[in-house]
């Protein structure tokens, strides 16, 4: 799978007058500690030369309740592509971070610390901007890494995991009922939408069925986790516990009616009492989605003995879960896994992946994703006991977005001996002009929508082709690498290879990129030209 977007040389830029602030929450990572969020703005300005640059002023981090001042990060040549009215920004850099200016912070770190190697990931989405920088801090005892997060890019589940909950109320004349409910989740009290017998399961379930949980899965950095318990109705009906990131419709009083389901339209604007919608946007497509789980059945059911986690990317137009006798042309993906076992109550990691091949024929574009949570995967089977119910525990569910190389062509020809982590190569092209453009490199992950951004550069040398720079990253933008691909003709490759040495005067020393050095760097490979015409491939020793 690839997609490559390819960027011009450019020149030295100039700012130009215009200029946008976004206001939004920073997270910040040290070193694998996650640190409280901060509302943060920032400035990107568009150059003259259609890139970008990006102004973080004031970083200021809060260790031990105490503040650290990092300063001010700025960014002046970040590459941009625009693609069905996203901007996509990348940057790999070593920048000098200055002195900030907030009141109060007696030392600012980031001068100190000398060139600082950046790694900046970003889009801007209408007016939303999302970016991620990693920050290399190798000589400082602070931290190793800083990892800096701004917005939300809609490749995650919000609340996902479950620290943050909210009392959810549904009131039946003189009488009310309540439970505790992840915030951009929902259950019986907040998210019975519709449905001729809608108020008879609300007043039926009474108190819900999700509440807040301290048993969490083992290496949690959170210290929550949400419990969802099946209920009984009508004094004899089993019902299962459901959450679900949509609403949920009571039609029938067969439990196996497609009535009876969640669903999920972005074109209703209705939001819970805690202020969040019955949707999840989603901006990319992920691979798989993994989640934790702890489940038992309070009264076993032999026949019936799984709980179900279903997630359904769609266009965002009218979809439920479980479908009725409608067509639905509108999903991307799905991921299910209706099988779900109790292992003896003991947390157990899912990773469920994404099936699109079964839909690639809607052709629908991802735009939102409905996750159901049920206690069992067949309606009106789970424990007939309202002392004993099933119950699913479910902590820190996420999307994953994969951006593995697998391989690299050139004019359709793989790269030999191609590794990962060989960052790297040189290629032989037949004839005498090794010159190659975007359109003749194909990189090959194991991501549904990994982001591939190509950067040419030819080289005016007898025999040498040109350098492609290549950076991959995951849809999400969590996780990049870069390639080099250096292009020569056959003949010029055969020739070095032939050579032994040379004890003619050095004309030039070249690196694999193409640029002339004057200082070799031991364990680097170069090309040395000589005064006779002659070349030869090294390894500076």
Known sequence: MKRIFTYAALAIATLSASATDYTGQLKVNVDGMVLPEAETTVTINKNENQTYALELNNLILTMGGAPAGIGNIVLNEVRAHE?????????????????GTTPGIPFWIGPSLGNVPINMRGEIRGEQLYFIIDIKMENSSFGELINVEFGDGGYQIKNSGFEEFHTA????GENSYSSDEPNAWHSFNSGIANGMFASLTKFALQNGNTSICNDIRPGSTGSKSVAIESSIVLGYQPANGTMTTGRLQAGSLTATDPANSSFMDMSLTDVDGNGDPFHTVLNGNPDSLVVWVKYKQGIVNEEYPYANVSAIITDGTYY???????????VVAKAQDKKIESKDFAWQRLSIPFDYDTYA?????????LVTISTNAQPGVGSNDANTPDSILVDDIELIYNSTVTGINVKGTAVKDFDQATSKYVVGIAGDNADITADDIEVLTDAKSAKVFVDITDIDEEGVGSVANITVLSADLKSSSTYVVNTYTEGYLTGIA??????NEVEAIYNLNGQRVDSPVKGQVYITKYANGKTVKTIKK
Request: glycine share 4%.
């Open 169 to 172: 109320t549904y009131i039946d």
């Open 83 to 99: 693609e069905s009215g996203v901007t996509t920004l990348v940057i790999n850099d070593n920048i000098t971070i200055t002195e």
């Open 320 to 330: 439920q879960d479980p479908e009725d006798d409608k067509e639905y042309t509108n």
């Open 361 to 369: 024929a809607n052709n629908a574009v991802a735009k939102a994703l």
């Open 498 to 503: 032939n050579v032994e040495g040379d004890s």
